[in-house]
C-alpha cells in the first residue's frame, strides 16, 4: 500500500515537471518569434533630374571714377549724399581756396575775392563714397567722393582652381539672392590672375536684366552641371548608407512583411529625391522610406501607410 501511494507520488510530481517544461517551452517559443516593425513605403518616381554647382559670389561695381580737389583750400559745401544717383556735370561740392579763407576778413580786400571753385560731377553714376565733410580741409589732388558706374555692376565668382576647367564662358547661369529671388546671369570673363589668400579663380558673372542692387552683396551662382531627362528615383529616406558614405542600399519589400537589403548606385542628388542607376528595379516594387534605419539584411516589416 505504501509501495503504491509512494508511486503515485512519483508520477503525479513527474506530470507536474512535464507540464511545467511544457509552459516554459512555450513561452520562449513564443519571445523567440520576431515582432513586425510598423514602416512606411513609397515607390519609384521617374523624371528629369538635374544637379547644379552652387558656388558664393559678391557684388560689385567695376569701375568706378574718383572726384578729387582741383585746389587747397576748405570744402564750403556739400550737395550730395552717399547712394544719390547724379547725373554728368551736376554739381557736387564747393571749395573756397586757401587764400580767399585767409583774405577773407582782411579789411584791405577791397576786390571781395571770393575764390570759390566748383566740384562738378565727371560721370553719371552712383555716389558710392565721401571722403570728407563741409568744413574739411583738403590738398590739391585729394580724393573727395567716388561714383560707381551702374553699367559696370557684376557678381565676382571665386572657384577652386580644379573646378574652374568645368566652367565655360557665355555659359548662362542662376543668380540667387538672400531673399531667395533667382535672376537669370551669365558668366562673361575671367580674372588674369588667381586671388592670392584663398587661391581661387574669379569669374565675372553679368545680370541679363538691369536690376538696382548694392556692392558686397553675397548671393549663390548656380551652374548646370549634369540633367538627365528619364532619371528613376527615391525619396531620400529611402536610401541607407554607412559610415564612409561608400556604400549604398534601400530594403525592398518583397512581399507583405518582409523587406530585404539591395546595394544600389546613387546618381543626381535633388532636394527630395535621390537617382538610382543600378540595379534596374520593376515600376511596381515597393521600398521601406520610414522605420528602415538599423535593419538587418531581412527584416519582419508591418506597413502601416502606403
Same mark, same amino acid.
Do not use: W
Given at each position: 500500500m505504501d509501495r503504491m501511494i509512494k508511486n503515485c507520488i512519483g508520477v503525479g510530481i513527474f506530470g507536474l515537471i512535464f507540464i511545467s517544461g511544457?509552459?516554459?517551452?512555450?513561452?520562449?517559443?513564443?519571445? %523567440?518569434?520576431?515582432?513586425?516593425?510598423? @514602416?512606411? =513605403?513609397?515607390?519609384?518616381?521617374? $523624371?528629369?533630374?538635374?544637379?547644379?554647382?552652387?558656388?558664393?559670389?559678391?557684388?560689385?561695381?567695376?569701375?568706378?571714377?574718383?572726384?578729387?580737389?582741383?585746389v587747397t583750400g576748405y570744402i564750403e559745401n556739400m550737395f550730395i549724399n552717399q547712394g544719390d544717383a547724379v547725373k554728368n556735370n551736376r554739381l557736387l561740392f564747393t571749395v573756397k581756396t586757401r587764400e580767399a579763407s585767409a583774405i577773407m576778413n582782411d579789411s584791405l580786400? %577791397?576786390?571781395?575775392?571770393?575764390?570759390? @571753385?566748383? =566740384?562738378?560731377?565727371?560721370?553719371? $553714376?552712383?555716389?558710392?563714397?565721401?571722403?570728407?565733410?563741409?568744413?574739411?580741409?583738403?590738398?590739391e589732388g585729394d580724393q573727395l567722393c567716388q561714383i560707381a558706374v551702374p553699367e559696370s555692376f557684376v557678381f565676382i565668382l571665386d572657384i577652386p582652381f580644379e573646378l574652374s576647367q568645368s566652367l565655360k564662358l557665355n555659359t548662362r547661369c542662376e543668380i540667387v539672392l538672400p531673399d531667395s529671388h533667382s535672376l537669370l546671369g551669365i558668366i562673361k570673363s575671367r580674372f588674369p590672375s588667381m586671388a592670392g589668400?584663398?587661391?581661387?579663380?574669379?569669374?565675372?558673372?553679368?545680370?541679363?536684366?538691369?536690376?538696382?542692387?548694392?556692392?558686397?552683396?553675397i548671393a549663390k551662382i548656380r551652374i548646370l552641371k549634369e540633367s538627365v531627362g528619364n532619371a528613376v528615383s527615391l525619396p531620400k529616406s529611402s536610401i541607407l548608407t554607412d559610415e564612409t558614405m561608400q556604400n549604398y542600399w534601400v530594403m525592398k519589400l518583397i512581399n507583405d512583411s518582409t523587406a530585404v537589403k539591395v546595394l544600389v548606385t546613387t546618381g543626381i542628388s535633388e532636394k527630395n529625391y535621390v537617382q538610382i542607376k543600378m540595379p534596374v528595379f520593376?515600376?511596381?516594387?515597393?521600398?521601406?522610406?520610414?522605420?528602415?534605419?538599423?535593419?538587418?539584411?531581412?527584416?519582419?516589416?508591418?506597413?502601416?501607410k502606403l
Open positions: 511544457c509552459h516554459q517551452a512555450g513561452k520562449n517559443s513564443e519571445k %523567440s518569434t520576431p515582432s513586425a516593425i510598423p @514602416v512606411t =513605403v513609397s515607390s519609384l518616381h521617374t $523624371g528629369r533630374m538635374v544637379s547644379y554647382l552652387e558656388l558664393s559670389a559678391t557684388s560689385a561695381f567695376l569701375f568706378k571714377a574718383s572726384v578729387k580737389a582741383p580786400n %577791397s576786390l571781395k575775392f571770393r575764390g570759390v @571753385v566748383d =566740384v562738378n560731377a565727371a560721370i553719371a $553714376g552712383i555716389i558710392s563714397t565721401i571722403e570728407h565733410p563741409k568744413g574739411d580741409y583738403v590738398a589668400s584663398s587661391q581661387t579663380e574669379r569669374f565675372i558673372v553679368r545680370l541679363s536684366e538691369s536690376v538696382s542692387l548694392p556692392e558686397n552683396l520593376k515600376d511596381s516594387d515597393l521600398f521601406l522610406s520610414s522605420g528602415n534605419y538599423g535593419l538587418g539584411d531581412t527584416a519582419n516589416v508591418k506597413v502601416i
